[in-house]
């Protein structure tokens, strides 16, 4: 469950994506069919070269367990940071956990330098060498000389110059978007939706809320009729992402588990959520999400 990008990382690299279903609470991979997925790939004689976790929607995957059990099988952790730039788990940041994390820095999330992103690792040899890579990988000599393929993934400065400005801000937009996510969910109770990421025993403050999510528990309703009566009333919702091993490019990859992400998919919807929404643009959608649901029942 997961967009594009994070499968499309694994493929440019010439490596087998092999994709795990998430659980239903927050759509964040499930860690022991996680661990079941590595054990079966072993077995059968697969190199399972690293797993790969997405912190979706801004909340961090459970890395107690993700962490210990990779750990013990030498299997090297990358996390997709890329909604979670604030988001804790146990105290820990979002973007610290495995060998390197991947934070995007595109114009739909919290902080953005309208494209671009940052790598995070505490080996300083791999950053180095990710440096070396997004300069067209250029050894330090004074002319152009060149060992290895490179890519032009560098940030120009004018966009780190803004990225340092939004920086200072960072903290003010997550406590919105967390205000935000609040509003939906207390004033929206008595509908037949389900929240995503709001785990109470986790405390609501692990959860950078960059992205309200909600799936329709009623069989009733169908998604797509409450995105068409939104988009009628001049406002954008989506679907939530549409799980990879559905995904025509990777329907042929291996794939562990049942239909959680299927489900999310086909009964849940993303809410406007950005930093500067008025509390009375909110209202506008929660009066118009009640209407379409009380119509649509
Ligand atoms: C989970 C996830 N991974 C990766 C990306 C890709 O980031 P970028 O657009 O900065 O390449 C995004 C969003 O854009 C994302 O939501």
New binding site residues.
């Given amino acids: 469950m ?2 594009a ?2 499968a499309n990382a694994v493929a440019y690299t010439g490596a087998e994506t092999v994709f795990v279903d998430c659980q239903v609470e927050d759509g964040n991979v499930d860690p022991d069919l996680l661990i079941e997925a590595v054990d079966t790939l072993r077995a059968e004689g697969t190199q399972v070269v690293a797993a790969m976790t ?1 912190d979706l929607f801004g909340r961090a995957c459970d890395y107690d367990q993700i962490e210990s059990d990779l750990g013990a099988r030498g299997v090297p952790l990358l996390e ?1 940071a ?2 979670s730039l604030g988001a804790t788990y146990r105290g820990r940041p979002a973007g610290s956990f495995g060998a390197a994390a991947a934070l ?3 114009g739909n999330k919290i902080m953005t330098t309208s494209g ?2 940052m790598l995070l690792s505490d080996d300083s040899r791999l950053i180095e060498h990710a440096r070396k890579l997004s300069t067209q990988a250029r050894e330090p000599v004074p002319w152009y000389e060149h060992t290895e393929v490179g890519y032009n993934y560098r940030m120009s400065n004018i966009l780190a110059a803004l990225g340092r400005g939004q920086l200072t801000r960072l903290d003010r937009m997550i406590q919105r978007r967390h205000s935000i996510r609040r509003r939906y969910v207390e004033a929206l109770a008595d509908l037949p939706l389900r929240f995503l990421g709001v785990r109470p025993e986790r405390g609501d403050e692990s959860d950078n809320c960059w992205l309200t999510t909600a799936v329709i528990e009623s069989n009733r309703i169908d998604v797509n009729d409450v995105l068409a009566d939104l988009e009628g009333r001049g406002i954008e919702a989506r679907h939530l992402w549409k799980p990879m091993h559905l995904q025509p490019v990777y329907t042929s990859d291996r794939f562990f588990g049942s239909t959680h992400g299927e489900s999310l998919f086909r009964r849940g919807l993303t809410l406007p959520s950005g930093s500067a929404l008025t509390d009375d643009d909110i209202d506008t959608v929660i009066a118009a999400l009640r209407d379409a649901l009380i119509s649509l029942r």
Avoid: M, R
Wanted: aromatic share 16%.
């Fill in positions: 997961t967009f990008a994070s997405v997709d890329a909604e995007s820095f595109n671009g992103g």
